[in-house]
């Protein structure tokens, strides 16, 4: 099966400070990468879509401007928290399909803590 | 409005006690059925994808089934290692691959 990584696995940061979380398609490109985000005990929520070599589309109510995606590779995308508060803290998850496929290749995650 | 429903929120099994999860859907045009395993702190892991009503994939004590407005994951003679929480996620026809995903079901089986 296709693999996706993360890093790093988990960050702990004082509040304003920024926070950069890598995704990266091991074995295979991938011109769209999502973002999600997921609470305790809650399903994912999708924040946004990073498109390769374009900006990312991003879902009604995510802050484009706080939560900042560059897409520079076929095999990388990062999300960067900036400013991060406490309310950001989190799990951030990311996902990327190989091409022609619509199965979705979710990556570990990354928990956030803001303190 | 597009909705994905699964149940029940938690199940509790012991060992062999078969049993289903249950993944009702509401879309204006499904592209693609889903299900997911997520262990707790992990990424969701793929299990199976499905297409069309009357299609069933097979993995281990897993099987799908899709019908025209849900989804059964049926799991047959569960062992403690398949407790994990169960995610249902469907692709809606001209959504660019985004996934809708259910709130889960969070299964624990008992030795």
């Known amino acids: 099966g296709a693999v996706v990584s993360q890093h790093p696995s988990r960050v702990i940061c004082k509040s304003g400070t920024s926070v950069k979380i890598e995704c990266r398609s091991l074995?295979?490109?991938?011109?769209?990468m999502f973002w999600y985000r997921q609470f305790p005990k809650k399903s994912l929520m999708l924040m946004a879509t990073?498109?390769?070599?374009?900006?990312?589309?991003?879902e009604q109510g995510v802050e484009k401007d706080k939560f900042l995606i560059n897409h520079a590779s076929l095999t990388l995308s990062t999300l960067t928290v900036t400013s991060a508060h406490p309310e950001d803290s989190s799990f951030y998850i990311c996902?990327?399909?190989?091409?022609?496929?619509?199965?979705?290749?979710f990556g570990p995650g990354t928990r956030l803590t803001v303190l | 409005e597009d909705q994905v429903t699964q149940s029940p929120e938690a199940l509790r099994l012991q060992e062999g006690e078969s049993s289903s999860l249950n993944c009702s859907y509401t879309?204006?045009?499904?592209?693609?059925l889903f299900w997911y395993r997520q262990d707790p702190g992990k990424g969701p892991e793929f299990l199976f994808t499905?297409?069309?009503a009357g299609e069933e994939k097979e993995k281990e004590r897993l099987k799908a089934t899709l019908t025209k407005k849900e989804s059964f994951l049926h799991i047959t003679a569960p062992k403690p290692e398949d407790s994990a929480t169960y995610l249902c996620?469907?692709?809606?026809?001209?959504?660019?691959?985004?996934?809708?995903f259910g709130s889960g079901t969070q299964l624990t089986v008992l030795p």
């Open positions: 990073s498109n390769e070599g374009s900006k990312a589309t991003y």
């Open positions: 879309v204006s045009g499904l592209r693609g």
């Open positions: 499905l297409y069309s």
């Open positions: 074995d295979f490109q991938a011109t769209t």
């Open positions: 996620a469907v692709r809606i026809s001209g959504s660019a691959r985004q996934l809708t």
């Open positions: 996902s990327a399909a190989p091409g022609g496929t619509d199965t979705q290749y």
